[in-house]
């Protein structure tokens, strides 16, 4: 009923198909970004009996941000003691 509600005005006022598109493509993109926040960030442990600290883990160059700009994490040496 509700698809149907939604083509019907669609077919009627063709200015807001962009609107949907739009809408759709930043729905889609935000829950993207959030299932690669749960899936790839260090901070975020789904099991904590096998890891329970799994940012211990990541090499000094492993490149756990999303976007880094001027940053070759293939030369980074590392500077933090083993635990």
């Known amino acids: 009923a509700m698809l149907g509600t939604v083509a ?3 077919k009627s ?6 609107l949907f ?4 493509g ?11 926040l749960g899936i790839r960030n260090p901070d975020v ?3 904590k009996t096998n890891n329970p600290e799994p940012w211990n883990k990541l090499g000094p160059t492993d490149q756990y ?3 880094a700009v001027n ?3 293939s030369k980074l040496k590392k500077d933090r003691p083993d635990f």
């Open 21 to 24: 598109v739009f809408i759709g």
């Open 71 to 73: 940053m070759d994490y």
């Open 45 to 47: 442990c789904w099991d």
């Open 8 to 10: 019907r005005q669609l």
């Open 65 to 67: 941000k999303f976007y």
């Open 26 to 36: 930043g729905c889609t993109m935000s829950l993207g970004y959030l299932a690669r």
């Open 13 to 18: 006022h063709p200015a807001l198909i962009p």
